[in-house]
């Protein structure tokens, strides 16, 4: 997914599955605050690489990472993904779940209202859910969902074929925001042109051309009028211009720090830098299906070849720490003592002499251009590769470019990220390994043994099962090498010196309507 994840994976993804206790409630509203933020005229400028705006569709067929962090401010889910990784309720005041885990129960807050003024009721949400089911997506609602149903006009019951562990971290993802029933009597067209939630922003401008994107505050928004009137997602080349327009004072907030550059704003006092966990990984993906990299040998040769401690120093400048699992330390069931394939010349040129290429080959790496720390990898990659007779050219693409052939699986090897979108395992299993999701993060990676051990893992309730299940999978993965994790990677953000509110979830995506700034 360009959503890297998940988003993402988006694919995803991006984890700690937390299981709520019923009932609980919302936070109580904000309130609506005075100050301004960023230039000082109510307008906060927020600046990111990769692609612009290309669609607000939570359903959409591509997940690309900017449109599912812009979405997330205009649609809200029933519940939502905290700062510290948890599941709260947010549309939903309260949930309770059946004793045989196949039916939920959500009731609704009595006081929201859509951007348009009217209120949400049960239908919309039955709507929403419904549709979700029947268009897929590129992050689809992989519940086995049987029935979505109002009970009155502030109860939903969602009913389950068996129990699904993941569901809340699932209904918490941009893709269930909520919309209004029957898109308020709109085509798709007209209504995702100019959409309508219950988010704490609207659409004001959009350059379908450049991508760039003006968002406005939601004046009735039910938790309180945002701190800023508008905020600009504009989109720039690469970290250099990142860096630039944030200390000339021209853009508020960076939300992709080039690991290089940390110490440098951290030693300038009109910008601030923020450091905090996420759920995102870069890697090594291979194409298992076409080409010389169907062969797993040739995988584990490369596997085996990298030196993941030293990338990870040299590429990241400490920032990040070498990865092991495809999930993450902070992700639940992350199995950190899976037996991965270390750093070893002698095992590499073994695996590479009964693969089917025992005299080595030359083939091609793609990386993005915008990121500075990936081009890195790539050529760290290139340099180990060499070394055991595998001649690496590297094709360097601009951010559009790379995602349609990284998509289309037009690649030998790739060097990329992805973060998962839920706090549940399951997410980065689903879009990582699982064939007919993302293609497995367009590596075409399947394994029968993984697609049953998934279905198993959200069907268990309890924790033991769910854990033995996953530490399975990350062992397959790691033996048959789809992708090669290189680092964890932390979030790290900057803004102006005078910025506050701002808060950033584990899964990459960003809080807004409490920003302010001078």
């Not at 549940?424 to 394994?447: E, I, K």
């Amino acid at each position: 997914m360009d959503r890297h994840a998940p988003r993402r994976p988006m694919a995803a993804a991006l984890i700690a599955l937390v299981v709520l206790a019923a009932g609980a409630a919302c936070g109580s509203p904000s309130g609506e605050q005075d100050a301004a933020a960023g230039s000082g005229d109510g307008t906060l400028v927020f600046a990111r690489t990769s692609r612009g705006v290309t669609d607000l569709n939570p359903t959409a067929d591509e997940l690309a990472t900017n449109n599912a962090y812009t979405l997330d401010k205009i649609f809200e889910p029933l519940v939502e993904l905290r700062e510290d990784g948890s599941v709260e309720p947010l549309l939903a005041a309260s949930y309770e779940v059946a004793d045989d885990g196949l039916s939920w129960t959500f009731t609704l807050r009595d006081d929201v209202t859509f951007a348009d003024g009217s209120a949400l009721d049960a239908e919309d949400v039955v709507f929403t859910l419904n549709r979700h089911l029947d268009v897929g997506g590129a992050l689809p609602l992989s519940a086995p969902i049987t029935d979505v149903t109002a009970a009155d006009d502030l109860t939903v019951v969602v009913a389950l074929s068996e129990p699904y562990a993941p569901l809340l971290a699932d209904l918490a993802t941009f893709a269930n925001g909520i919309l209004p029933a029957d898109l308020g009597g709109r085509t798709e067209e007209e209504f995702f042109d100019d959409p309508v939630g219950t988010g704490p922003f609207t659409v004001d401008s959009w350059d379908r051309t450049t991508g760039e994107i003006t968002l406005a505050a939601n004046d009735a928004y039910w938790q309180g009028q945002p701190s800023v009137d508008e905020v600009v997602f504009t989109v720039v080349d690469d970290d250099n211009q990142l860096l630039q327009q944030l200390q000339a004072g021209q853009v508020d907030v960076i939300d992709a720090v080039p690991a290089a550059n940390v110490a440098e704003l951290e030693a300038n006092p009109d910008v601030r830098v923020n450091s905090s966990d996420s759920w995102q990984q870069g890697l090594l993906a291979f194409n298992t299906v076409d080409g010389a990299f169907a062969d797993v040998r040739l995988r584990r040769a490369v596997a085996s070849a990298l030196d993941r401690e030293a990338i990870a120093a040299a590429t990241t400048y400490d920032t990040a720490t070498p990865a092991t699992t495809f999930l993450p330390p902070s992700i639940q069931f992350s199995a950190q003592d899976t037996d991965v394939l270390g750093h070893d010349l002698e095992a590499a040129r073994d695996e590479l002499a009964r693969s089917g290429h025992p005299d080595g080959l030359a083939t091609t790496l793609i990386v993005e251009n915008s990121s500075a720390s990936q081009t890195q990898q790539a050529q760290a990659i290139q340099a180990a590769l060499a070394e055991i007779g595998v001649t690496v050219e590297i094709e360097t693409l601009d951010s559009t470019t790379f995602w349609a052939r990284f998509g289309e699986r037009d690649y030998d090897l790739a060097v990329t990220w992805a973060i998962s979108d839920t706090g549940d395992p399951s997410n980065l299993v689903r879009w990582q390994l699982l064939p007919d999701v993302a293609d497995s993060y367009h590596t075409g990676y399947r394994n029968d043994e993984v697609i049953d051990l998934a279905a198993q893992g959200v069907a268990a309730t309890d924790d033991a099962t769910r854990a033995e299940v996953y530490a399975r999978i990350q062992q397959i993965a790691a033996d048959e090498v789809p992708t090669v994790p290189l680092t964890y990677i932390p979030t790290i953000t900057a803004t102006g010196a005078g910025v506050e509110g701002l808060v950033v979830l584990p899964n990459g995506t960003t809080r807004l309507h409490e920003v302010t700034g001078s």
